[in-house]
């Protein structure tokens, strides 16, 4: 539906108050009771970086599905990207649970989290949604703290495990190397352990890094593998978006390649890959965060926590 004039005026402003604090970032000290305690930021670079371009029109999703066409008929190799514009994200868990039916775990264990902090800044109280899942480094740590070919990098940018040779201790190094914890290892739990009923959604098949896997009792190939997010790749690679991608509730998560200059995620980024957060840990992430400072501070974003 095409945005009223008031509407589309509201989103100007606010938008352009988000530049604003965007080109504040760096110029000072950043400091900020984050849960009670005194935090520094470090400098940010955003100074340096233009701002994300205004949202596009049209539907969002149906836009990124036929950029996903475009890019399966061209037979070229993409370059994924996920961009997640944090101001949206309404920390409603629409994607964690799309991701988990998506890709079978067992309790406690999910590939995509929502992380949800309230923050006490002087009188009000916020709350902060930052959905995290692996950032498909493209220098990743995990692949650097077990034997070479354990972890590889795909043409397209995803980052793959041999899961039937990153077990045991070498799940465990990678697990251990990945700075934003990302890695899970298998410890075949169910959601129905202790009844005498398997329920059939634990014991159906699926496809995790080019393999059919299956979680069943007594029959988990894939117990004390490493696991991660990987872009859904069995589905990317049959022409369908990511899971949390298309189930996001509040529009916050865009999907596309980066090297098709007609693309929305293209058109979003600007065809740039450095945003704030978590460029300084030298990871060349493929999560791109689009995200405000924390009210009270034109200096310090949701991650410079987390
Ligand atoms: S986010 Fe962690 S698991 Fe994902 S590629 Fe980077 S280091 Fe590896
Ligand atoms: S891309 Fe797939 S595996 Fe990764 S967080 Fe989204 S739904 Fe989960």
């Not at 990743?140 to 039937?164: L, N, S």
């Not at 979680?215 to 990987?230: F, I, L, P, T």
């Not at 509040?250 to 058109?267: Q, V, W």
């Amino acid at each position: 539906m095409p945005k009223s004039a008031e509407q589309s005026a509201i989103e100007t402003k606010a938008r352009r108050g988000f530049f604003r604090v965007l080109a504040g970032v760096g110029s000072g000290a950043a400091t900020a009771l984050v849960g009670g305690k005194l935090i520094t930021g470090t400098k940010a670079r955003a100074a340096e970086i233009p701002p994300p371009l205004a949202e596009p029109s049209g539907s969002v999703a149906i836009r990124m599905q036929e950029d996903l066409d475009a890019t399966i008929a061209s037979g070229k190799t993409p370059s994924w990207l996920m961009v997640v514009d944090t101001r949206k994200c309404i920390g409603c868990d629409a994607c964690s649970v799309a991701c988990k039916a998506e890709n079978p775990t067992g309790p406690g264990v999910n590939f995509r989290r929502v992380i949800k902090r309230e923050l006490g800044m002087g009188a009000q109280n916020w709350a902060i949604f930052k959905p995290v899942n692996c950032l498909q480094c493209d220098d990743p740590p995990c692949a650097k703290a077990v034997p070479t070919g354990m972890i590889t990098k795909r043409p397209d940018g995803i980052v793959e495990f041999d899961d039937q040779k990153l077990k045991g201790s070498f799940a465990q190094a990678a697990a251990q190397a990945c700075p934003i914890r990302q890695i899970h290892v298998e410890n075949g739990k169910t959601y129905t352990q202790d009844t005498p009923a398997e329920q059939p959604y634990e014991q159906r098949s699926f496809v995790e890094n080019g393999r059919v896997h299956s979680r069943k009792r007594g029959a988990n190939d894939m117990q004390d593998s490493a696991r991660k997010c990987n872009f859904c790749s069995h589905l990317l690679d049959v022409g369908v978006l990511p899971s949390c991608v298309t189930t996001c509730v509040g529009g916050a998560m865009y999907f596309g390649d980066a090297n098709n200059p007609t693309s929305l995620i293209h058109e979003i980024t600007k065809g740039r890959r450095e945003f704030t957060g978590h460029q300084n840990l030298g990871l060349k992430p493929r999560v791109i965060y689009f995200e405000e400072s924390m009210p009270g501070t034109t200096h310090i974003s949701c991650t410079a926590c987390h």
